[in-house]
């Protein structure tokens, strides 16, 4: 345990989660530990930020080298909580999950897993977002940490590239079904929407979003989606410049001058 | 106006924002135009969905050729909910905004707007957010209403590249102020927050979540930054592919099977 080190902890399941207890577990052992997450569970919120409501920040307590607070915002509210109000010092790491359910794919769009760990890599520190593919409350965390703490351990060694932070996603699997590592790309795929209509006790109408994962390149063996299916633990490096540079060649032989308004 | 063309509109300000009122104003000329839209404001909710809450849709009625809905949802449950429950086909355009201030550089992140035209790419439909510079529920939208007619024209002509939707940006000038359009890359910036404090009656601490942008390129010359501070719209090209491509190579050669817990 390094005692200059600071790691900064959140995740979207809330800070009661099994999951972001069982990562703080493996982060006690390289530095010091404060989790900052969302007081209840903030799923699918992904890069979402508080400006309507009061954000309020509770003390949890301090136990050995981790002190604990919830805040009633965002999984990003809390990291800009924890950056501005609450850490000592700038955090060496951002660590964020293990969130229960995976985050590959076009999930990474919707997640606030990952939106967290985002949010750290445009303050420059090294973040990662760790997912399990198992949604169930009480999931087996045993397996993922073992990995987890092999991927902390690299990237406290070795750092990370400038403005690039992981998507982590674990099999649900035994430690010894588990291929290895797999460093790919962000699958592309969509969530097909079954939005499920009911009508409430007073006769209104109203619908609840659920959806099932559609792979569009089931084919591609360099994805996430493969890597997952193949009981690889998927890391897909993600960034925050969301420009698509391919397209800005084309974009900019356009005449945007030019127009029925001519 | 092609009464075959089906244009989706939605923004984050809310249906009864002049924003989106001005949108429909200049889309209704390109065809038929149904609106889904948030009931209320959902300012910096990002691609934030609606799991825990059931999702209800209002009928706003039908004027000519633009029909109006409301849903309590995000700007992504809105264009969700649209494409799954509410047009009569796929839309040929998904418009969003006009949003009532700028959404460049790091904004992109947190934007409703840009979430739900990211949402509409995902889906592979041609989606373009569109935002003016200019907070107030008052803005004038004269100048931006010119502009946006000729980038939708550009548009529905051309089509888009695969993956892409724009993020425009318009300064808030009047129109013989802007200087034209240029297609730029999203600035590396970020909001610096400024949590402001404050005490409730009952005594107990909350904050608002506030900041200040700072440019971390100042000097560049290619991004959306510096297109609106010299008086050009910003258009830049968005992806939903957050792969750090650049960071694969790296990444690969490390020996991810080492660590502490050999």
Redesign the interface.
Known sequence: MDKDRLILITNDDGIHAKGIEALVNVAKSFGNVVVVAPTE?Q??????????T????YKHGKNGNVEKFSCN?TP??CV??A???ILPKEPDLILSGINHGGNSS?S???SGTM?AA??GC??GIPSVGFSLLEFSKDADFSAAT?FV???I??ILR?GL?K??C?NVNIPYLKAEQIK??M????N?G?WR???EH?T?PAG??????TGTFEDLEPHATDTDEWALRNQYIA??????????????H???Q?N???????
């Open positions: 569970g799923s699918g919120m992904s890069h979402a930020i508080t400006v309507k009061p954000i309020r920040v915002g990003v509210d800009k909580m950056m501005s109000k076009s990474v769009l919707y939106a985002l949010e445009l303050y073992f703490n092999r991927i351990d690299n070795r590239p403005g690039v992981l290895g590592v460093v790919c790309r962000q592309h969509i929407e079954e939005f009911r409430d209104h109408d109203y619908y609840w979003l890391i897909t490096p993600v960034q925050f410049d969301f420009t698509a540079h391919k397209a800005l084309t974009l900019k356009w945007w001058n030019d127009g029925t308004t001519d």
